[in-house]
């Protein structure tokens, strides 16, 4: 990978090399155990030197320095160096991470909590985002950056830090845990044994036993101790307890180790709609808890259960008859969607305990099974936000897409619709009502200027309104029957009363647009429903979405060329292939190759057909 330099002229601070604990700096703690001993190293790390957010930024330069090429600092998450001074949000620039991510206690970046350097590290700015504010636990898909793969995986509500970190982030976790407790007016910082721990800002972090695993199985080495001691000796005058004495985690919250769930589940049962399954339980525990329940699906009834000691991904692609679904203690219920209709599923389920190589599951007894079959079909329009814009050239340009991916044709004179705008997560609200008819796999653009529209895309906007005004941190929501104050939400891009700015969804000087894969609408703003790609007027989009293309390959093997596809057979498509789009590739013409990094949702290979990756190109299939 490809990183650029920087030449410039840098003072270096002459740091001591102290490698050693003061003498007596834990002598308090001597003998001490559980939340006694938690406590008085509490007394001893609190009451650090603070440092503002910008001194933050000087000092990862000291901290982080690549040992190697003094004049660059290494990002955290991937281990990729950028020069000192590439500080930015923009690609291959390095930002502030709070491991300890903000929104779990909202401090910000407000000292102490805000700016401790123990928890603050230098990372790759798009990779800090993909981040967010996840918590830490064995993520599913590897993450791949628009700089190139890294060897972090993620989940909905988990980040899994490449291997040579896990155990700094879990000493960074304990840390903050024992800093702040609570006194002095500060936060009182606690981890969790579960994901998803903060949804209204809670001071929680997850997930403890997955955290003292990597503790355990990622020990403290010589980097980390450096890192210690110039903090310690140049900037906060404290120190990281679990870093100079690895064992006071366990003396602290133990082994993090515990035998198999004491029970199964009790109440197992289902309910179908044409297109979905719920299951839902009560958890029965015991003297040991299940920490989290392994579901299994399938269409004969007949499981193979699962073995000790081995992780198994989530799997709801069930295009293969069968899936499988990793799901917390005490969630009890989980729902399958995308079924097929008037079809038989079977589940079961077990309750497991810790995680990785020391996952225990309780396969004997009886292990709840249950059956349930979904529903006909009833063919019904589903309406989409489709695409939700912000050009950078041209803020006026702005406009959102919403397509029918039903397939019945919706007539907006007899159904009612809005499409409703939160401004910066508060009380502002403007409402747009939805006029015209549908046709099945058509769009429909809502525009803030119809003039503006006309004039930057050649094409006219279906509605027109000043209230299509979303300035990148406003969400979009989709109501059926009424505005958002009388209606039903049955869509949305972002999440209500927040403010979108530094989130997942933020949308600044972009394009946000639906990926193929998506078939019903969501009410929950979904990362892996959504591409967002920074954007100008001329990389827009408008009255093109949940395209069939077919490559006919007629004038090169560019993929890019629109020349080279064939829209529902017949034209050639107003814009380039992306991940809105179906692609079919045809054994026509010339084969396509990919030579730059691509990302498409659904591709179908005709018999004898190929495609072909080079240029060192990656191709990244994504589905909802």
């Known amino acids: 990978m490809h990183k650029k330099l920087c030449m410039y002229l840098l003072i270096f601070v002459a740091l001591t090399a102290k490698a050693q604990i003061p003498t007596g700096y834990y002598s308090n703690a001597d003998g001490l155990s559980g939340e006694v001993l938690k406590a ?6 609190k009451d650090h030197h603070e440092l503002s ?29 950028y020069g000192k001074l590439d500080f930015g949000n923009g690609s291959e620039e390095w930002n502030r991470e709070h491991v300890w991510s903000k929104s779990h206690g909202d401090f910000g970046n407000n000292p102490p909590s805000g700016t401790d350097l123990f928890q603050l590290h230098p990372a790759d700015a798009s990779v800090n985002s993909s981040k967010s504010n996840r918590d830490f636990d064995w993520g599913i898909t ?28 879990a ?47 990622d020990p403290v080495d010589e980097w980390e101790r450096k890192r210690n001691d110039t903090i310690y000796y140049h900037y906060q005058h404290n120190r990281n307890p679990f870093i100079d004495h690895p064992e006071y985690v366990d003396s602290i919250w133990g082994a993090g180790i515990i035998g198999e769930p004491s029970n199964h589940v009790t109440d197992f049962v289902s309910t179908a709609t044409s297109t979905s399954i719920t299951n839902n339980w009560t958890n029965n525990d015991g003297d040991t808890l299940a920490q989290g329940y392994l579901i299994m699906i399938n269409k004969t009834g007949i499981f193979t259960s699962p073995v000790d000691s081995t992780g198994y991904p989530n799997d709801v692609d069930l295009s293969d008859g069968e899936g499988i679904y990793n799901v917390s203690h005490n969630a009890e219920s989980y729902t399958w969607e995308n079924l097929s209709p008037e079809t038989e599923y079977y589940f079961k389920i077990f309750p497991f305990s810790n995680s990785g190589e020391s996952i225990n599951y309780k396969t004997d007894g009886i292990v709840p099974q249950t059956n349930n079959t979904t529903d006909t079909l009833v063919f019904q329009p589903v309406l989409i936000i489709s695409e939700v814009t912000h050009p ?19 007539d907006f004179s007899s159904e009612t ?49 000043g209230n299509i005004s979303g300035n990148g941190n406003d969400g979009y929501f989709l109501y059926s029957g009424g505005k958002h104050s009388t209606g039903t939400l049955m869509d949305a891009y972002g999440v209500i009363d927040e403010n979108g700015s530094g989130t997942e969804w933020e949308y600044t000087n972009s394009r946000a647009y639906r990926i193929y894969s998506v078939t019903v609408p969501d009410t929950i703003w979904n990362t892996s429903e959504w591409m967002i790609e920074p954007a100008t007027t001329s990389q827009m989009t408008p009255k093109w979405h949940h395209r069939i293309l077919t490559w006919n390959g007629s004038a090169s ?65 994504i589905g909802k």
């Open 392 to 410: 950078s050239d041209k803020s006026t340009a702005k406009y959102v897409e919403v397509t029918n991916i039903g397939n019945d044709e919706m």
């Open 557 to 621: 093997s560019d993929i890019n060329d629109n020349n080279n596809w064939n829209e529902s057979g017949l034209t050639i498509p107003d814009y380039k292939a992306d991940a809105s789009c179906k692609l079919n590739i045809a054994n026509n013409g010339i084969a396509p190759v990919i030579t730059e990094n691509k990302t498409f949702s659904i591709i179908e290979m005709e018999a004898g057909a190929t495609l072909t990756i080079s240029n060192n190109a990656t191709l990244e299939i």
């Open 171 to 217: 000493r960074i976790i304990f840390y903050m845990a024992t800093r702040y407790e609570g006194d002095n007016g500060e936060l009182d910082l606690e981890p969790l044994d579960s994901v998803n721990t903060a949804v209204n800002n809670e001071p929680h972090y997850g997930k403890l036993s997955t955290l003292i695993s990597w503790h355990q199985n």
């Open 53 to 81: 957010y910008d001194s933050v930024t000087i000092a990862l330069r000291v901290t982080d320095q690549d040992t190697i090429d003094t004049s660059k600092l290494i990002c955290f998450y991937t281990g990729w160096t």
């Open 142 to 169: 590897q993450y791949i950056d628009g700089s190139g793969p890294t060897d972090c995986y993620k989940d909905t509500d988990i980040w899994e830090p490449r291997d040579e970190v896990k155990g700094d982030v």
């Open 417 to 465: 619709w809005y499409l409703s705008i939160q401004s910066n997560g508060g009380s502002t609200w403007r409402d747009v009502q939805l006029t015209g008819s549908l046709k099945p796999d058509s769009s429909i653009t809502l525009a803030y200027s119809a003039t503006v529209f006309n004039t930057w895309y050649g094409k006219n906007t279906d509605i027109a309104s």
């Open 40 to 45: 008085t190293l509490h007394d001893i790390i």
